[in-house]
């Protein structure tokens, strides 16, 4: 059966989850690039710290699998320890990896190897809603050790559409070493009969 396409009836669906407290597992920590203007409206390049984090399906709880985006900026005016960690507030990163389990007193090469142990620890963060720009968004306010410190997280699967199976690349490819096993010459163009 069929249907027509109304775009009166189309809506979108509400990304912004409740406020309060979601046990969830670190899924990817990421420095990225962000342009932005100064006061006299010239380009600037600065940089950002994004944090995505799953919300654990083994933790009874509402939006399972659903997503949580934290995101930590550079300090206008960095202390030393602030330096220590690319310019990011040294105990907003410190809060971090206490929440997220990982052993005090530990030295670290660089943040990026900091970064890369953050990745599948659990921690409970807990959202706001604030106003930006006439819109209300979730915030991190908070982020805590877990709870639930056993993770029996299963990864979302995702599934295969014959859509998007049509872009995927093939994998195997023939040889190109000819094997001239069990072929025949082929006559010319000159002695087939058509």
Known sequence: MG????????TQGSSIKPEGDYECLIAKVEEKEYNTTDSNGNKIVKNKLNISMVIRNDVEQNYKNGYIFDTLWKKKEPTNADLQVKGYSYGQIMALGKAAGLPDGKEYDSLEQFCGELVN???????KHEEYNGKTQERVSWRNPTKYPTVKHIP?????????AYAQPQQNYASAQPTNQGFTDMPLDDDLPF
């Open 121 to 127: 620890k659990p921690m409970r963060v807990t959202i």
């Open 3 to 10: 249907f027509k396409s109304n775009w009166n009836e189309a």
């Open 156 to 164: 979302k699967q995702t599934t295969t559409n014959t859509a998007t």
